[in-house]
């Protein structure tokens, strides 16, 4: 008979097909690792790379084979034939079972061996018909809870893979694999599957509260720093300004104005050649002269990093001889061809700063720091950090730690890695990248995601602020959209007018606040030389102007609530944008709302994501009394009204006896000085 045997604190069970490892992994919770024909390895790439805290477990070996641990909230009941139960202790309720066997069911972990020596690993557990799921990153499909869904474990622009759900029946669950994959969250069972792997390693933990769960999360995968004070405020941006006259200018305009701005961003094809990440001298001739100017506006400028390298880079040869750059399975480097300057639309090959080598990260920073946080940058945006490629292409990669189909996950957290160090080692101990692409973990290094190339239209906001929550669910608590969408969109129609007001209105509340797009009149060509319209906040005629101006006025009172919130997230991993159910987890209602949030546990947006709507309806949370910014009205909670929303102002309620209503005084008062 096959049976657990206790090794301190740790279970483990030998079979001739099998070795599996139950060991706790911070207070209430417990890492379960298995592979096939031996042991579990320790240093295969994951999330789980951080000192966990003492370990008070109790552990008992059963005559029948089975056994029993018991960490905090989380108890483990391990049958004699390895399957798994986690319950619970207080109560004894079943949180996640291992999927009982029927005939003709595969066993709960199951391992397809491959032909490199990898195996095509799958972990089935039971499905239960009221469990809601969040969380598992960032994806436009426009459901909050996934429940039902199948979700690719791929990252792609405006896709981003972060492999951690929360369940609602008081479970937390990483998925502690980089590789391809997907999670089948039906109804009969969930199914994670890793498409090549050497072992199944996922990481539990229980909560009586979602804001319990995050904690132990953020314990195990990392907290996030501190927000930057600089990073609070507005952020402006276009597709593109192309030379150092053109940003300045609208700087300058800015503060003309009167207008709050805090960070203006120089975006891609500043460079000479993709890949010598250092600005061209013949558009931006005193890069220092301009960012002292913007310091003196009190603006920080951002820029954009990307991970590709053309053959003309100055940094080329140097990556590909040190074997720093991406190889391919068919031999040589992974490329794919992208416009670069000097070449009109003719396309060049770009290979890819191979970030899983730490000797790579390492240069790529050098160069970073020497080229411009020598001259006072300290705000990078890390641009096409999946690395953009198609799949099939991702499939091929080669990387230090391992074969793209088990690792490539791991890249966009790697390279915000690489300069939250770099940035550490320089003295900031508050480290900010803006990236398009993440996983479990990232927070740690600063990550501040944003929902990549997204479509100019009211669905697409309405499926972005289902997708935000999501990734406030994922650990990651600074995130944004591009706001008025990406691609495209005409400052002068009035349609798209009302659209650019309404997705201002809720980038005021976002957890960074940024301006962005690609609008008409843009360039015809996709080249090096593209450039898209006006997309500044006078940009979109008389009657947007003033409600724009307002609400920056109002985000830069809520500057000092969104630094508090800094310190919550940094100190408990607690999501800045959150779903009611967060601080509200008793009233049922709330798991059922999901186009309304939390900026922290005082204020309450209800964004409009309907063109021509003037009201909507608005749930407020039982458990506290909520005060109408608009009218100053105080409201019970535990109620549903029908709430106005005129196209000055989206309905927002403030926590009865919150300091953080005085910001919205003025706001109520009216003025929108413009």
């Known amino acids: 008979m096959t049976v657990f045997t206790a090794r301190g604190s740790v279970l483990e069970r030998r079979t001739p097909h099998e070795v599996l490892l139950i060991e706790p992994w911070g207070p209430h919770s417990v890492r379960v690792r298995a592979r096939p024909g031996q042991a579990p390895e320790d240093t295969l790439p994951g999330a789980l790379d951080l000192p966990v805290t003492a370990r008070a477990a109790t552990v008992t070996a059963h005559a029948d084979g089975g056994a029993r641990l018991v960490n905090g909230r989380l108890t483990v009941e391990a049958d004699g034939d390895g399957s798994l139960r986690f319950l619970h202790t207080t109560t004894g309720r079943e949180l996640l079972s291992d999927k009982r066997p029927y005939q003709g069911c595969p066993p709960a972990r199951s391992y397809t061996p491959l032909v490199d020596g990898a195996h095509r690993i799958e972990q089935r557990f039971e499905g239960y018909d009221d469990e809601r799921i969040h969380g598992l990153g960032q994806h436009l499909h426009g459901h909050f809870d996934q429940k039902g869904l199948v979700i690719d474990l791929v990252q792609g622009n405006t896709v981003v893979t972060i492999p951690f759900l929360h369940s609602s029946r008081g479970y937390g669950l990483l998925w502690n694999n980089p590789a391809m994959g997907r999670v089948e969250l039906g109804r009969d069972a969930t199914r994670w599957v890793a498409e090549s792997a050497h072992q199944i390693d996922y990481w539990i933990t229980a909560g009586d509260t979602p804001a319990q769960i995050m904690e132990a999360y953020a314990e195990a995968t990392g907290r996030p720093p501190l927000l930057p004070e600089w990073a609070a405020g507005f952020w402006q941006s276009k597709l593109r300004y192309r030379t150092q006259d053109e940003l300045l200018a609208v700087a300058r305009e800015y503060k003309e104005r009167g207008l709050p701005l805090s960070v203006i961003v120089c975006d891609f094809f500043h460079w000479t050649h993709m890949g010598d990440w250092d600005f061209d001298p013949a558009d931006w001739?005193?890069?220092?002269?301009?960012?002292?100017?913007?310091?003196?506006?009190?603006?920080?400028?951002?820029?954009?990093?990307?991970?590709?390298?053309?053959?003309?880079?100055?940094?080329?040869?140097?990556?590909?001889?040190?074997?720093?750059?991406?190889?391919?399975?068919?031999?040589?480097?992974?490329?794919?061809?992208?416009?670069?300057?000097?070449?009109?639309?003719?396309?060049?090959?770009?290979?890819?700063?191979?970030?899983?080598?730490?000797?790579?990260?390492?240069?790529?920073?050098?160069?970073?720091?020497?080229?411009?946080?020598?001259?006072?940058?300290?705000?990078?945006?890390?641009?096409?950090?999946?690395?953009?490629?198609?799949?099939?292409?991702?499939?091929?990669?080669?990387?230090?730690?391992?074969?793209?189909?088990?690792?490539?996950?791991?890249?966009?957290?790697?390279?915000?890695?690489?300069?939250?160090?770099?940035?550490?080692?320089?003295?900031?101990?508050?480290?900010?990248?803006?990236?398009?692409?993440?996983?479990?973990?990232?927070?740690?290094?600063?990550?501040?995601?944003?929902?990549?190339?997204?479509?100019?239209?009211?669905?697409?906001?309405?499926?972005?602020?289902?997708?935000?929550?999501?990734?406030?669910?994922?650990?990651?608590?600074?995130?944004?959209?591009?706001?008025?969408?990406?691609?495209?969109?005409?400052?002068?129609?009035?349609?798209?007018?009302?659209?650019?007001?309404?997705?201002?209105?809720?980038?005021?509340?976002?957890?960074?606040?940024?301006?962005?797009?690609?609008?008409?009149?843009?360039?015809?060509?996709?080249?090096?030389?593209?450039?898209?319209?006006?997309?500044?906040?006078?940009?979109?005629?008389?009657?947007?102007?003033?409600?724009?101006?307002?609400?920056?006025?109002?985000?830069?009172?809520l500057r000092p609530c969104l630094l508090e919130l800094s310190e919550q997230a940094h100190h408990t991993g607690a999501p800045v944008m959150r779903p009611l159910f967060f601080d509200f987890p008793e009233d049922t209602h709330a798991w059922n709302v999901d186009d309304q949030f939390l900026l922290g546990p005082d204020i309450l947006v209800a964004p409009v994501t309907e063109a021509g709507a003037r009201s909507r309806t608005v749930h407020l949370p039982a458990g506290a009394r909520w005060t109408d910014t608009a009218t100053g009205e105080l409201h019970e909670g535990g109620t549903t009204l029908d709430a106005p929303a005129p196209l000055e102002r989206v309905p927002v309620f403030v926590r009865e006896g919150a300091a953080v209503a005085d910001a919205f005084t003025e706001f109520r008062a009216g003025a929108a000085r413009g």
């Open 285 to 557: 001739p005193e890069p220092d002269a301009m960012i002292k100017e913007l310091e003196s506006l009190g603006v920080r400028l951002a820029v954009s990093i990307w991970p590709t390298v053309e053959a003309d880079s100055r940094n080329h040869d140097a990556l590909s001889d040190a074997g720093l750059l991406v190889g391919d399975i068919h031999g040589g480097l992974l490329t794919f061809p992208w416009p670069a300057r000097g070449h009109g639309t003719d396309y060049q090959q770009m290979a890819y700063v191979d970030v899983t080598h730490p000797a790579a990260r390492r240069h790529l920073w050098q160069q970073l720091s020497e080229h411009y946080r020598s001259l006072g940058v300290s705000a990078f945006w890390l641009d096409a950090s999946e690395p953009d490629m198609p799949l099939e292409l991702a499939a091929r990669a080669v990387y230090s730690t391992g074969p793209g189909v088990q690792v490539s996950n791991l890249y966009g957290k790697l390279i915000t890695r690489a300069v939250a160090e770099g940035l550490n080692e320089a003295g900031d101990e508050r480290p900010l990248s803006l990236v398009r692409s993440a996983w479990a973990g990232s927070q740690r290094y600063g990550a501040a995601l944003w929902s990549g190339d997204i479509q100019p239209t009211f669905e697409s906001l309405a499926q972005q602020i289902r997708a935000g929550l999501n990734v406030a669910m994922s650990g990651i608590p600074w995130w944004n959209t591009d706001i008025g969408g990406f691609l495209g969109g005409d400052p002068t129609d009035p349609e798209y007018q009302e659209l650019m007001v309404r997705w201002f209105q809720y980038g005021t509340f976002s957890p960074l606040m940024r301006l962005h797009g690609d609008r008409t009149p843009n360039h015809p060509t996709f080249s090096a030389d593209m450039t898209g319209g006006p997309n500044e906040v006078w940009s979109y005629g008389d009657r947007a102007y003033p409600i724009l101006a307002a609400h920056l006025r109002l985000r830069d009172r």
